[in-house]
T-cell receptor, first 114, second 112 residues
Framework: GAGVSQSPRYKVAKRGQDVALRCDPISGHVSLFWYQQALGQGPEFLTYFQNEAQLDKSGLPSDRFFAERPEGSVSTLKIQRTQQEDSAVYLC????????????FGPGTRLTVL | DQQVKQNSPSLSVQEGRISILNCDYTNSMFDYFLWYKKYPAEGPTFLISISSIKDKNEDGRFTVFLNKSAKHLSLHIVPSQPGDSAVYFCAASRAAGNQFYFGTGTSLTVIP
C-alpha cells in the first residue's frame, strides 16, 4: 500500500504485560513521529526520528516507553509493564523530507490495558 | 499545559452554509500551523497549512486565516458538504518538521 500502516490495529493487554507496536512509514519518508491520543483528546507527541536517529524523545511519558527505528524505515514503539493509563490510540506519522510539515498518519493502534 | 486549544468540541452546520472552526495557541514561537481532518477508526488526514509569514491560505473550499497578534487561527469551509462531517484538529509547530502540538479537536456535523 501507499500509506502509513500500523499493526496491530487493536491490542488488549493485561496490566504488567509488555507490548510492541509497529509502524511502516511511506517508503522514502525520512522523518517518523509517534503520538499518543487519549479518548477525547488530540494527539500528543511522544518521539521523533530522522532516519534511524531519535532526535527528540521528550514526549515519552516514562522510561517504560521505548522507541526504535534501527534501519531508518520501520519503527517499533515498546511499552513495558503496561498500566491502565497507557490505554490510548497510538498514532504513527511520517514526513517526506521536502514537505516538512505535511505529516501522513497511519490508522493507529488502539491499546487497551485491563 | 495545552499550547493549542480548540474550545468548541462540536459544531453543526447546514449543508451549503459556511463552517468556521476556531483554534487558539499560546506559544508565540509557533511558526507553522496545520489543519487535519479525522474520520472514525482512521488516522488524521492533512487538510491545509499556513506559515506565520502569511495571514491567509486558500485551497478550494478550504481557507485558513491566521491572526498572529491574537494567536488565533480559523478554518473556513464553504460551501459545507455532508462528507465534511468529521473531527478537525489544528496543530502548530516551532520549526519545519519539528514537534507538533495538537488541539483537542472539533467534531463537525454537516446536516443535509
Amino acid at each position: 500500500g501507499a500509506g502509513v500502516s500500523q499493526s496491530p490495529r487493536y491490542k488488549v493487554a493485561k496490566r504488567g504485560q509488555d507490548v510492541a507496536l509497529r509502524c511502516d512509514p511511506i517508503s522514502g519518508h525520512v522523518s517518523l513521529f509517534w503520538y499518543q491520543q487519549a479518548l477525547g483528546q488530540g494527539p500528543e507527541f511522544l518521539t521523533y526520528f530522522q532516519n534511524e536517529a531519535q532526535l527528540d524523545k521528550s514526549g515519552l511519558p516514562s522510561d517504560r516507553f521505548f522507541a526504535e527505528r534501527p534501519e531508518g524505515s520501520v519503527s517499533t514503539l515498546k511499552i513495558q509493564r503496561t498500566q491502565q493509563e497507557d490505554s490510548a490510540v497510538y498514532l504513527c506519522a511520517s514526513i517526506l523530507s521536502n514537505s516538512p510539515n505535511e505529516q501522513f498518519f497511519g490508522p493507529g493502534t488502539r491499546l487497551t490495558v485491563l | 499545559d495545552q499550547q493549542v486549544k480548540q474550545n468548541s468540541p462540536s459544531l453543526s452546520v447546514q449543508e451549503g452554509r459556511i463552517s468556521i472552526l476556531n483554534c487558539d495557541y499560546t506559544n508565540s514561537m509557533f511558526d507553522y500551523f496545520l489543519w487535519y481532518k479525522k474520520y472514525p477508526a482512521e488516522g488524521p488526514t492533512f487538510l491545509i497549512s499556513i506559515s506565520s509569514i502569511k495571514d491567509k491560505n486558500e485551497d478550494g473550499r478550504f481557507t485558513v486565516f491566521l491572526n498572529k497578534s491574537a494567536k488565533h487561527l480559523s478554518l473556513h469551509i464553504v460551501p459545507s458538504q455532508p462528507g465534511d462531517s468529521a473531527v478537525y484538529f489544528c496543530a502548530a509547530s516551532r520549526a519545519a518538521g519539528n514537534q507538533f502540538y495538537f488541539g483537542t479537536g472539533t467534531s463537525l456535523t454537516v446536516i443535509p
